[in-house]
């Protein structure tokens, strides 16, 4: 078997992937892909694109929406279904999300109190905490309803099974 492995996706954040691919004899080429990290030489309408925590999902999507629905939309109205499969320990579904403890917030409240106690004032905060885990949720969900887009979760040792797994290979 062999899998297409996108260009722009740094070798060394997924050293586990090719590991995995390599005892399992799953070739990799790297090539540029119209859409995810992932997908078959033979069959490229399904891909899967890869996030190495809720932290990166939580970037994409409420951060940086309206350039990650682009990409998200490119992909769907070319025919291409999209697994977007997530590596976080403890969550194995996108019901899970709600109970995921997003470290900014924690972070936020922390300065926030500092600087109403006038310490940590050179720490530049935004005026309202960062969207909870459940509005994430909400958006992933919302995401998956309107556009096609598939939430998986795996932990990270899991991946490279994962993505042979989806991509048809076992």
Not at 6 to 18: F, G, S
Not at 55 to 78: C, G, M, P, W
Not at 80 to 100: A, F, M, T
């Amino acid at each position: 078997m062999t899998i297409f492995e996108d260009t722009r996706n740094p070798i060394a954040k997924h050293k586990n992937i090719h590991d995995h691919c390599d005892a399992n004899g799953i070739k990799i080429e790297r090539t540029k892909l119209f859409a995810g990290d992932y997908t078959l030489p033979t069959n490229q309408t399904i891909c899967v694109d890869t996030k190495k925590d809720l932290q990166e999902v939580y970037s994409n999507v409420i951060q940086d929406h309206v350039r990650f629905k682009a990409e998200i939309l490119r992909a769907t109205a070319n025919g291409i279904r999209l697994i977007i499969l997530v590596e976080q320990e403890g969550i194995k579904s996108l019901s899970d999300v709600p109970n995921w403890k997003n470290p900014r917030v924690a972070q936020w409240h922390k300065i926030h109190n500092a600087h109403k106690a006038g310490k940590m004032m050179k720490i530049k905060i935004s005026s309202s905490p960062p969207a909870n885990s459940l509005k994430l949720a909400m958006t992933m969900t919302s995401m998956a309803n309107r556009y096609g887009v598939e939430w998986q979760f795996c932990d990270k040792s899991e991946t490279g099974k994962r993505i042979v797994e989806i991509l048809g290979g076992g």
